[in-house]
């Protein structure tokens, strides 16, 4: 785990505003300063997409965003469109597409968001969809009082401690995933996505993985196993791993085709907000899939 208090400033960028760029992780991410995202406009997305591509994860602090911000600078990164929640709990009541993260209630009684509270599993959003949004962003109203940190690893192969047999055994191959029991606003169908996604602008090659992996598909599943718990173990060696800590005005724009992350459990309450961003393929890594089969239950 690292801090803030580690990192180091490595370059600055002049366009309109200043703009500071603070590395977040050896392996992975930055800290930008002087952005305002509420104004976020077509010059700022040019400077800033090429680090989100270099670093996979962008976090930007103090910002002051709305639901209809959060749906903008979607868009302005993606490809104009956001994917609604998986969970039916998580829509928001005025715009459906900001997914909301919290055990907080409406005065009616409801929940506001997805309650869930308990250490998730190691993901990648939306992987269980046959075509994800693999862009996505969480922006922190409150942040609970104790624990609730997003934590996220890379899986970029060149930062991963992995026989490149192993790497060999899974290029070109195939991976599933299905979809989670609260996963109520989903097809529920077993989806096949690449197993390594390589980024159309940097080249670099990324293990499509994490604990929801179902199997690969054309190896026999005791090797499939080995392989899906040889690359996790290698993506969670603990200098691979940034735990994020969330601040009230936290954005933060991440690429599911180059981190996985999980939610750390926490007490006390909490609001969180997200969008899942379609991604434009000319600049991302995006795993477009297939549908392996119908699930009757899951
Ligand atoms: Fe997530």
């Not at 409406?106 to 994800?132: A, C, K, L």
């Not at 961003?277 to 995006?286: G, L, T």
Request: charged content about 25%.
């Amino acid at each position: 785990m690292w801090t803030l208090a580690e990192l180091q400033i490595y370059t600055i960028v002049i366009s309109g505003d200043p703009m500071e760029i603070f590395d977040l992780h050896e392996n992975f991410g930055a800290v930008i300063s002087g952005v305002k995202l509420k104004d976020i406009n077509d010059t700022r997305v040019s400077e800033l997409r090429p680090l989100l591509i270099e670093k996979g994860f962008l976090l930007f602090r103090e910002q002051c965003l709305d639901d209809h911000d959060i749906v903008k600078i979607g868009q302005a990164f993606g490809n104009g469109a956001l994917e609604p929640s998986a969970r039916k709990v998580s829509h928001g009541r005025q715009i459906r597409d900001v997914v909301y993260l919290s055990n907080l209630r409406y005065s009616d009684g409801e929940y506001m968001g997805f309650p869930g509270n308990t250490t998730d599993f190691w993901h990648s959003d939306q992987e269980f969809r046959e075509n994800p949004a693999i862009l996505a962003s969480i922006y922190c109203v409150l942040p609970s009082p104790e624990g609730g940190e997003t934590s996220f690893a890379s899986t970029d192969v060149q930062k991963l401690n992995v026989a490149t047999g192993d790497l060999q055994k899974i290029k070109g191959k195939w991976s599933t995933r299905v979809p989670a029991k609260s996963h109520d606003n989903v097809p529920k169908v077993e989806v096949a996505h690449p197993a390594i996604l390589t980024n159309p602008i940097s080249g670099k090659d990324y293990v499509y993985v994490s604990e929801n992996l179902v199997r690969y598909i054309d190896i026999e599943e005791s090797e499939s196993h080995r392989l899906k718990a040889t690359f996790m173990e290698a993506i969670l060696a603990g200098n691979n791993v940034y735990s994020h800590q969330w601040q009230p005005g936290d954005y933060a724009l991440y690429d599911n085709g180059q981190v996985i992350h999980r939610r750390e459990a926490f007490e006390g309450p909490r609001l969180l907000k997200a969008s899942k961003i379609y991604a434009d393929p000319s600049f991302f890594a995006v795993p477009d899939g297939y549908v392996v089969k119908e699930l009757e239950d899951l």
